[in-house]
């Protein structure tokens, strides 16, 4: 029940990547359930993680790991998220790292692990004996689709994005795949997304990128409110295309950096259009706010707030729990009167009030669509903060209350 | 589908307030849907309202009421909420007070309204004109469980509370009502709650109780995470026992102020008993925090986390989602090795990991009952706070999904 989700197909290969996918049984038989990056060396890799304290094993490696050198392997897990497991589970995550060196010939450094599923349940070490060599031995540049695929938890489908663009004349390409359905309101970075380009990126540059592109996608996505313990992102730059980015304001930056925004943009609203049980993809837009964190507050109040949800499931306009959640958002010395609230162009609010040309057949017409916009303009000053997010249905409820069994 | 709520029935009258009833149509016929309090002369009253930037009307004009004098009547029509209606809805909030005057003979600034129900509807104000007259018609001191049942919304039960005690040898009554099932998480008092006795209570005091009495009761409950535009809670001492409180440390007064917390925290429970699709009941209890803050954001944090929400729901005990929403509450610093949590006596974390001697059959066990606790010692300091909250179902999600319809 994805909202508008088109399955991508064509994946480029980028040039210095090769990966593995295998069934290890980690948590389910017979599904893709792990795989292996190999980064040819020379390749620059840039990672934003999970702000939660509880932050699982492979997350406080993949840190540590990428402040001591870039990785060569990437190893990922689905269906066990290898977090809330103590000091066996920080010990299982070390133990895969070594596996990958000890098969690959690398040093465990340079491994990066990432694991994804149910908090709390020790890591099935037996899969990874079985699945590293096997994922190792399939190592192909055209295994991006499996690989979507194979990091899939709840998801219903799996995401992608891929686009060759020409850079100063060089041919430069953009691939990148992530995953999540549920506990998602990336603080950091969602549950996973790997994006990565054949230019060459220095690591400052890289560093700097990652974490301004994920500010302006995967940290603008919400489903639930729940920010998980896993949340990774990594761009890689792996410099073999010969497109070279040493200075961030040069031309072609520019450019290379609007078009990995628009990779990161589509994987995490691919994220929110196929969250757990939506049936709505709804943008919240927050404008004349006067800080980011106002407007972001007001964003969140009402993305997260179960009873606007309820009315966009219900593709009731219900725009009194718009109205309700923008006033508890804890904005200070608030002057109601200066509010707007749009549903699409139709106008609800206006100067703090119902609309006089509002009628409730027009804002119905607008929450009927699958896909709609609200913005809400509080007249305080001049940022703007968007949003993605999806509604609350009773396939959240039951996705949820089934989960584990 | 209320957890274990006992609908109460033995109320006593509190001496100095007589109660009207009456079927106004304000918004659904052949209901009890408007409810007229009269108080004595003499009789002192403290409110505490929501603080939704966007509050309703009737709560501006209770709040300059109650600066200006104590009121001699309360008004209370349920079905709209007169929230969102912008100028004119003040005019009608005006007029409610103004009608009230007229038909007893007291001045408007001695009128309270309130009001509750749908956002955003224009108040129908013939109504009040038929209402207010008939409610004053049978104003009864007998009249304390109609009015329960009169300011109901989407409750499925009347709430009440009475309690007849004996304090320095006089007989002193404390009978209270409330209501609420939906947009709950009052940010100074619930939806609707009044509370009385007939004891003397200084204004200064009874002020000051009444915010204590609801930060211990109606501000420690949540729902769905949703403040009101209407929150109202008010405590009335009429003073026709005997007994005087004039002094807030005496034993007189200690005693008086225990029995109506007693009175607040059964009002506000009983809110969550009935709550919009409840099928548990929980305490969430944050104990070994640094400060008041800490405690209530990682208790509201798991208790407003859909994914902890659903889990209850399902009678699964997946700890995985409440440590990670322990995890995003927003503790700096966090040292999560001194982090213990447990459901009602089953440990399920400890120092940070799953506990070793937890079994998913204990914690299935704990889970599956419709009422339990999740205590969450953070060891960082010596602050406790206390949540009840319930689960989130599929008949939450379909009850405001069709709310207006």
Known sequence: MAVNFEVFESFCAVQGIRIGVTQSAVRYANRDDMVLFELDEGTHTAGVFTLNAFCAAPVTICKTHLQQTDPRYLIIN????????????YRNAVATCELVAETTGCSPAE???????????????????????????????ANWKRAASGIMTTDTLPKGYSQQLNIDGVSTTITGISKGAGMIMPNM??????????????K????????????????????????STNDSCLLIATGKSGLTISDANSPAAVQLFSALKQAFQALAQAIVRDGEGATKFVTVEVSAA???KEALDVAYTVSHSPLVKTAMFASDANWGRILAAVGRSGIQNFDLDKVQIYLNDVQIVENGGRCESYTEEAGAAVFA?????????????????????????????????????
């Not at 549950?191 to 220095?202: E, K, N, R």
Request: aromatic share 8%; with cysteine; hydrophobic share 35%.
């Open 78 to 89: 689905t269906g066990n998220a290898n977090a809330g497991t103590g000091p066996q589970g």
């Open 111 to 141: 491994v990066l692990p990432f694991s994804t599923g149910v908090i709390g349940e020790p890591l099935n070490m037996d899969a990874f004996r079985r699945g590293v060599p096997a994922a190792y031995e399939n190592l192909d540049g």
């Open 290 to 292: 006067q800080s980011q």
């Open 204 to 227: 400052s540059i890289l560093q700097q990128w990652c974490k301004q592109l994920a500010d302006a996608s995967f940290n603008r996505i919400t489903i639930d409110g729940d920010t």
């Open 189 to 202: 970075a969602t549950m996973l997304g790997f994006i990565a380009t054949d230019a060459a990126v220095d």
């Open 369 to 405: 669509e699958s896909e709609f916009t609200i913005a809400i303009q509080l007249g305080r000053g001049d940022v703007t903060e968007t949003l993605w997010t999806t509604d609350l249905s009773h396939e959240y409820v039951s996705i949820n209350a089934d989960y584990r069994s």
